[in-house]
Structures are given as structure tokens and as C-alpha cells.
């Protein structure tokens, strides 16, 4: 893997498959009575929100401790868009600390693009959103989740599944990752949303693309739902809040119109009664709660490939062995 | 005053002659009588360069340029005048203001400085600024713009097009329809979709010129386009001036070379507004300033501190460095490429500018007794750009790290060397 986790872009097919391996050893570990790994020990990661993501951050903090690194939760309060302090100056800071990982969320869209190559900083960078662009690990925890589902009765793959991804794509970061990661694992991926929710050039995604989600949910092995804002409407994107819900919701109807397997996923957080009524949501199709598990699991993956060597986590998976943990 | 004999010099790359500087005008005999003489084999010989469209941010951003500092910058790209734009802190919405900034110009001495007017108070759209009172200042004013805004009001704009025919003005507008780019980053394409960027689409720019050609037409007067940056508002232009139409238009050198694959690298240096379009765009505006639909090229040379651009592509400012580099990029552009000689550089870089803004002793052909405003112009060598080299005081060029060819070796104003060397005279 490369040094920075930026883009679902920078995963080769290799690389995808690496890192759900690894998920899937250390979503074991969580069966375990002690749930902790010495892989990372004396190594320091720093959750760097510059927006609020409580459960981005709490997911990556919990991923890292249970690599035993040392985590530092900075969250920076307004980013030099709102005049504060700057991006730049706030990775002096960290690098001064010492991080050996940096994740990062931001509202700019390229900010730790920035962050890994502006030689402010020489640890790796992970992307834990930016602005609209990307959220690769959201993408590999949702791969690992259709991979964990769908990959049994598939040979093991996600090749030539069917994933539909519905919602505001325009303004989705889940939504651009998804795409290259899925098509990178094989994966055949439509995206369903009203045409002023598409961003211009879409076409050049290698994705099928659809206004109508009635047309498309038939056939897809998964449907992941995106979270759409209210305030779009005061954008002009769709009329009403109601009148999307009835076009591109997911509501007990359609559910009825997928095929037994079919799983239904959203990123979270939700917005009941918007783009996925409650009975969807809690149904037994659903393995929303599952993502946010997996999220944990995949995020370890990531921290221990990019920190911790590219050799099999199996060799290392013991428990750790501390005086405190025998307690 | 020196007196200067150029021996063998290019007139507009023509035949070697020689040229003499006396007593601030040009004259084609020979002297030889207390006389500086500059072999000038192998060089160019341009008429001063005149650019409609400088940012020299004084008053007020005296961190990122001054009057001083960017004259200075001007006259190493071979410039004899600039034209200052009015978004200053306080706005050059005045007669006090745009005096202030002509008289900046005129102790600097390196390079006449005529104001840009403010079109509206402040900036603001909502109403004129005392144009007349510019008119008639010191500065003289002929070119009033709101640049960095649009008039996007068409009242507003049709009642300044209108006005300023008492004094045989013109309007430059930066052409961005402002609803159409509402948090705009970049060219909206392709690009801008996969980068998660919002999109500034050409539609904002074309509508705009479409409706200010329109009325241009319609009340008589006369329009200047800033920075056209589509193929679509090339082609615009060529139908407004197949019509008779009183219209120019301008491009700028970064808009001729550079595509807006370069926000792929989130280095905001690359950030601009109007913003890098495609590599179709970049042809189409070529291909325009070769056959006139395009008049001039015009630098926006727009400076920064560092800080500015030293950030996230979001929170950076707009805009990059031109002046020192401009007649290179159209050198490797224009005239490399074989779409212009030098004589349609001359045309575009000096005649056609000093038109618009009405400018008596600037833009004159290098002939007897012409204003010696001229720069000395060498297409035969290259040099990579170093930005800590600039003579502005901001860094933030495009170009750092790009082989450009040719190099100014000597500017003159008024028979007075602002340049010689390369160097500061």
C-alpha cells in the first residue's frame, strides 16, 4: 500500500483485498475477551477533526487504541476558513508531537491531499473525509460489509454484484469512494438520485446511473441508502422533502421488491423518514449497526497496514500481554 | 538624460536597424555622439507593453503589493503602463482614490499607472460610483470595472454603459453570472465532479457576456470583456463584432497556457478566477486572440501573500502573479506556435490596449518621433521560473519550476531605461 490512504483511488485490487483480510482477523478480535493488539505500541495517531464526526473520530480512536497506539483527539474548532488557525500551522503542530498518523476530517474538499503533500508533515495521512470528495474507509467498511454478506454465495468476491447507491451523489464523499472501490473490487455499481443531485461529468465514473429507483432495486444485491440534508431543498435540488422521499426514499414498498439476499446499508448518520423510513431501517435486510462494527475492524486494518508492515496480521494477532491486562 | 543607440535591432521582428532614444522619443537616424549604445542583434523591439487589467492592491494590501513593487514587476515583463484595478481597500470608487494611486505611479517612475474606476460604490452593485468625477480627476479615468465582481444587474449595467459614453469610457466586466457560481472552485467539468470542487461552469461567464453585448448594442456604447476563459464566449465575442458590435475582449496569459487538470494537485497556486478551463478552452482562446476576435491579452496579475495560498484549496484566494512573465507565455503560446508574428504582439500586447483605454503616448508605432516606450525583447533564450526571483512582492506564480522562453532585456519609458540588463535600471 502507499504511505497515504487519500483516495479509494490509491487501492489497487491487491491492496482492497489486503486490507478486508486484515479486517476480517481483527474483527475477530473482538470475540476475544481482551481486545487488544501490541501492534502498535509506542506509536502515536492523531484524529485531526476539523468537523464534527463524532462517530468517525470514536471509531478511529477505538481502532487505534485496540492496536495499543497512543491517540490524540484534536479537534480543531473552526479550520482558517473561519480564521482560526491555519491548516498548516496545525500540522506543525502534530508533526512537532510526533504523530506517526495523522486522521484527518475536513469540510475542504483536498485538504489532506494538502496535508500529505505539502511537506508539512511526514506522517501518514488518512483521509477520514474531506469536504465532497472522498472517505475511503467508509468505502472499505462498506466493502467489507457486502464482502462479509454477499461474498459467500459469490465465490469469495464482490465481482459482478450488483450495488446500488442512492441519494445525493453531488455532494456525497461516501458516494465517490464507493464507486471506485466497488468498480476497483469488481463490483457493478449503479447510482440512483434526481438528475440536480449528479455531479456534472458522471458519466465518466464507469457507473451505470439512474433517475428511477423502482427500476433499480430489483436487481441489486445491495442498496445503500446516502444521507440526504434538508437544507438541499433551499438549494433547489428537489421541491420538498416529502416529494424526495416518495421519488428516492426507501420505504416498506419498495424493500418488498428486492430479492431475498439483498442487504440494505446506509453511512450513517440517517435521517428517518427522509431517504429510509424506520421499518427499513431496523429490518432484518439491514446491517447499518454491522457497518459501524466493521468500521472499527477496517479501520485497524488500515492503521496496522500503513504503520505496521505489510506481512499478515495473523502472525502478530495475539493478545497482548500486560500485568494490567491479567488484573 | 542618457541618450540610447540600439544597433541592429528587430523592430517588431523585422529587418536590423538601428534606433535612437533621445529627449524621450524615438528616432530611425543614426547617432553617434554621446551615446549609450546597446547592441541589440538578435533582440526584439516591441512597443512598451500596455496592460488593461493590474492588481497592484495599494491602497491597502501593502502586504501583497504596492504601487512601487508591482511597477517594478511590470516594467522587467516589459511594461510601459499598467492599469490598476479598483478593488483596493478603500475601493478606487473616488476621485481621491484613483489620484492617489496615479500619483503612486507617477514617484515610482517605473511605469505609467492609469486607474481602474470602480463601476459601483464599493464594489457593491448597487449603485454608480461618481465616474464622471474619475473621469475628470488627474487620472483621467477611461476604464471603469468592477473586477472581482460582476455587474451582474442588468439595469446596473446598462445604465453604466450608458453613462459613460459622456466621456467615452468603457465598461470591463468580469463576466461571472453570481448565482450560477455560488462557493465556485474551479472549472466545473469532469474534474471538478471527481475532486469534489464546486463547479464554476462556463454557462456563468457566457450568459453574462451574451447579455452585455446585447446591451452594449442596444445602447451604443462600448464594452470591454476582462479575462475570457470559454470557447463559448469566444465565440460569443466573434458574433457581437460580426455584428458591428463595440466590443473587446481580453484573455490572459494563464488562460492561454494552463488547463484546469492542474487542480488535481489541490495546490490552490493553481486557483484563479475565472478559474483553468479545458484543454478545448485553452485552443478556442488561441485560436481567437490569432484572429482577432480576442483584442488584447491582459495579465490580471493578481498577488497574494503566502499565506493566501499557502493553505487548503477552499480557504485560498483567487487569483496569480502575470506581469514579469507574461510576453514569455505568449511568446511559447502565440508566437512559437506559429499563430502570431510579432507584429500581432505588438498589436495585442500594446496598440490594442492603449486603444481601449485611451492612452495617447502609449501603444505607438516604434516610428520618428513616437514616445520612446519600448522594450527590448530576447525570444532566444529560456529560463525556468524561480519565484523567490519576482520583483513583486507576493510568490504566488503558476509558473515556478517551468522552462518559458525568452527574457526582457531592457524596457524604457519615455527614453528612460526601467530596465536594462534583465535588471532594474
Redesign the interface.
Known amino acids: 500500500m502507499k504511505r497515504h490512504l487519500l483516495s479509494a483511488a490509491d487501492l489497487t485490487r491487491e491492496d482492497a483485498e489486503l486490507v478486508l483480510q486484515t479486517a476480517d482477523e481483527m474483527r475477530s478480535l473482538a470475540d476475544r475477551p481482551i481486545k487488544k493488539l501490541p501492534a502498535l505500541r509506542g506509536r502515536t495517531v492523531v484524529n485531526l477533526f476539523f468537523e464534527d464526526s463524532t462517530r468517525t473520530r470514536i471509531s478511529f480512536e477505538a481502532a487505534a487504541k485496540r492496536l495499543s497506539a497512543d491517540v490524540i483527539n484534536f479537534s480543531a474548532k473552526g479550520?482558517?476558513?473561519s480564521k482560526g488557525e491555519?491548516?498548516?500551522d496545525t500540522a506543525l503542530t502534530l508533526e512537532a508531537m510526533g504523530a506517526d498518523a495523522v486522521v484527518i476530517r475536513?469540510?475542504?474538499?483536498?485538504?489532506p491531499?494538502?496535508l500529505a503533500?505539502?511537506g508539512w508533515v511526514r506522517s501518514s495521512v488518512v483521509n477520514a473525509g474531506?469536504?465532497?470528495?472522498?472517505h475511503p474507509t467508509q468505502a472499505l467498511l462498506d466493502a467489507f460489509t457486502m464482502w462479509r454478506h454477499l461474498g459467500p454465495r459469490n465465490g469469495g468476491t464482490l465481482d459482478g454484484q450488483r450495488i446500488a447507491i442512492v441519494g445525493d451523489v453531488l455532494h456525497s464523499?461516501v458516494a465517490?469512494s464507493n464507486a471506485l472501490l466497488l468498480q476497483t473490487l469488481g463490483a457493478e455499481v449503479t447510482l440512483v438520485s434526481p438528475p440536480t443531485l449528479f455531479?456534472?461529468?458522471?458519466e465518466?465514473?464507469g457507473v451505470e446511473t439512474s433517475y428511477d429507483l423502482d427500476a433499480v432495486i430489483p436487481k441489486a444485491d445491495a442498496v445503500m441508502m446516502l444521507r440526504v440534508q434538508r437544507e438541499r431543498m433551499n438549494g433547489g435540488f428537489f421541491p420538498t422533502a416529502r416529494e424526495y422521499s416518495r421519488r428516492y426514499g426507501l420505504d416498506g414498498r419498495r424493500m418488498a421488491t428486492l430479492q431475498d439476499h439483498t442487504i440494505v446499508m446506509h453511512p450513517g448518520p440517517m435521517v428517518r423518514g427522509m431517504e429510509i423510513t424506520a421499518d427499513v431501517a431496523d429490518s432484518q435486510r439491514s446491517v447499518i449497526v454491522e457497518q459501524v462494527t466493521n468500521g472499527v475492524a477496517v479501520r485497524m486494518a488500515v492503521l496496522y497496514l500503513l504503520l505496521g508492515g505489510s506481512e499478515p496480521a495473523g502472525s502478530l494477532a495475539e493478545p497482548v500481554e500486560t500485568p494490567g491486562d491479567h488484573s | 538624460m542618457t541618450t540610447y543607440l540600439l544597433k541592429n535591432v528587430s523592430v517588431l521582428g523585422g529587418e536590423p536597424q538601428d534606433l535612437v532614444l533621445k529627449d524621450g522619443v524615438v528616432s530611425t537616424g543614426s547617432t553617434t555622439e554621446g551615446v549609450e549604445v546597446i547592441d541589440a542583434t538578435g533582440l526584439i523591439a516591441l512597443p512598451g507593453l500596455v496592460d488593461l487589467h493590474t492588481h497592484l492592491r495599494e491602497p491597502g494590501r501593502e502586504d501583497a503589493e504596492t504601487v512601487e513593487t508591482g511597477t517594478h514587476a511590470a516594467a522587467l515583463g516589459g511594461f510601459t503602463a499598467v492599469h490598476a484595478m479598483a478593488n483596493t481597500e478603500p475601493v478606487a470608487d473616488t476621485a481621491g482614490v484613483v489620484e492617489q494611486v496615479w500619483r503612486l505611479g507617477r514617484e515610482a517612475g517605473y511605469c505609467d499607472v492609469f486607474p481602474v474606476g470602480a463601476v459601483t460604490v464599493g464594489l457593491a452593485g448597487e449603485r454608480i460610483a461618481e465616474l464622471g468625477a474619475m473621469a475628470d480627476s488627474a487620472a483621467r479615468v477611461r476604464v471603469f470595472s468592477d473586477d472581482g465582481r460582476c455587474v451582474s444587474d442588468p439595469l446596473l449595467m446598462r445604465r453604466a454603459l450608458e453613462y459613460v459614453k459622456a466621456f467615452d469610457g468603457v465598461i470591463a466586466q468580469h463576466a461571472q453570472e453570481p448565482r450560477l457560481t455560488e462557493g465556485a472552485q474551479m472549472n466545473e467539468g469532469e474534474l471538478s465532479g471527481r475532486l469534489g470542487l464546486a463547479g464554476w461552469p462556463a454557462v456563468a461567464e457566457e450568459a453574462i457576456i451574451a447579455r452585455d453585448c446585447l446591451l452594449a448594442a442596444h445602447v451604443g456604447s462600448r464594452l470591454h470583456v476582462c479575462h475570457v476563459s470559454t470557447a463559448g464566449s469566444v465565440e460569443i465575442v466573434r458574433q457581437a463584432k460580426a455584428r458591428g458590435w463595440n466590443v473587446t475582449a481580453e484573455v490572459t496569459p494563464h488562460h492561454l497556457l494552463l488547463t484546469d487538470e492542474l487542480a488535481a494537485t489541490y495546490d490552490p497556486i493553481y486557483k484563479v478566477n475565472p478559474p483553468l478551463r479545458s484543454a478545448a478552452d485553452v485552443e478556442a482562446v488561441r485560436a481567437g486572440l490569432a484572429d482577432g476576435t480576442i483584442d488584447i491579452v491582459a495579465t490580471d496579475h493578481a498577488p497574494h501573500p503566502h499565506e493566501d495560498k499557502d493553505c487548503e484549496w477552499a480557504a485560498a484566494a483567487f487569483g496569480m502573479l502575470g506581469l514579469e512573465t507574461a510576453l514569455s507565455v505568449v511568446q511559447q503560446t502565440m508566437v512559437d506556435t506559429g499563430l502570431l508574428d510579432w507584429a500581432g504582439v505588438a498589436e495585442r500586447m500594446s496598440y490594442a490596449p492603449a486603444r481601449i483605454g485611451r492612452l495617447s503616448d502609449h501603444g505607438r508605432a516604434l516610428e520618428d518621433g513616437a514616445p520612446a516606450n519600448l522594450v527590448l525583447f530576447d525570444p532566444s533564450v529560456s529560463r525556468v521560473i524561480d519565484s523567490s526571483e519576482t520583483a513583486s512582492l507576493s510568490r504566488n506564480t503558476p509558473y515556478a519550476g517551468r522552462e518559458l522562453p525568452g527574457r526582457v532585456v531592457a524596457t524604457f519609458l519615455r527614453g528612460k531605461a526601467t530596465v536594462l540588463d534583465g535588471k532594474l535600471a
Open positions: 479550520s482558517s476558513l491555519s491548516l498548516k475536513h469540510g475542504a474538499s483536498g485538504a491531499h494538502r503533500h505539502s474531506d469536504g465532497t470528495h472522498e464523499r465517490r455531479p456534472v461529468g458522471v465518466t465514473w
